[in-house]
Every structure is written in structure tokens, then in C-alpha cells.
């Protein structure tokens, strides 16, 4: 499955972001949906999931309450809603899927992320 990402930009504190992840390919409903980040010298971290019955979106601690991550298996496209920003929320944001049999519950792990797109730049300033 190929991904493309796209939605990013520069935004104050306090304001929201949509990314969206375009998906191509293998069948886009037989996959867990995620969205990964990665801040300039730090690792790639999780930060939303939703499997592939969409059932229980997870999210990192980080983000809870304030980021939301839907798909619309129709339009073959997973989206990131992002509210309140920080500046701490600046980093590359990329889409990934998971072909693991996760229907109910998504994986929260990076590595359980087969495919990734290319990314998108979120930068917050304060």
C-alpha cells in the first residue's frame, strides 16, 4: 500500500491541524491505521491508531484529548485531527499501516507499522 501525507504547516499554540493520509494500493480496509512522529533529534514516536474495524482509536499520552485519528475506508483515507498545539507537538508527522490482524484494538507500537508515507511538517510556534 502506498501513503501520502499531507495537512502540515506552521501554526501558533492554540491552534488545530488536519492532516490527511491518502492510501493506494492493497485494500485499504484490511489495514490498522496509524500517525508517528519524529522531533528533530529524537526518535520516531507513536502517537495515534485506529484499527481496521475502527473500533477503539488509541492514543499516546501526550496527545490524548487533544488530537483525533478517524478513516473513511470510502475515500481510502485516514485522517489526524489536531487541537490545542504545542510547540512541543513540532516534528515530521507520518502516516503508517499495519497489515497485522488488529480489527478491534490498533498496535501502538512504531515497529508494528509495515508501511509508512513520506511525511509532513508540523511546526508550532509559541
Known amino acids: 500500500v502506498q501513503l501520502q501525507a499531507s495537512g502540515g504547516g506552521l501554526v501558533q499554540a492554540g491552534g488545530s491541524l488536519r492532516l490527511s493520509c491518502a492510501a493506494s494500493?492493497?485494500?485499504?480496509?484490511?489495514?490498522?491505521m496509524g500517525w508517528s512522529r519524529q522531533a528533530p533529534g529524537k526518535e520516531r514516536e507513536f502517537v495515534a491508531a485506529i484499527a481496521r474495524g475502527a473500533d477503539t482509536p488509541l492514543y499516546a499520552d501526550s496527545v490524548k484529548g487533544r488530537f483525533t485519528i478517524s478513516r473513511d475506508n470510502a475515500k481510502i483515507t485516514v485522517y489526524l485531527q489536531m487541537n490545542n498545539l504545542k510547540p512541543e507537538d513540532t516534528a515530521v508527522y507520518y502516516c503508517?499501516?499495519?497489515?497485522?490482524?488488529?480489527?478491534?484494538?490498533?498496535?501502538?507500537?512504531?515497529?508494528?507499522?509495515?508501511?509508512w508515507g513520506q511525511g509532513t511538517l508540523v511546526t508550532v510556534s509559541s
Open positions: 503508517a499501516a499495519s497489515g497485522g490482524s488488529y480489527y478491534y484494538v490498533p498496535p501502538t507500537r512504531v515497529s508494528a507499522f509495515d508501511y
Open positions: 494500493g492493497r485494500t485499504f480496509s484490511s489495514f490498522a
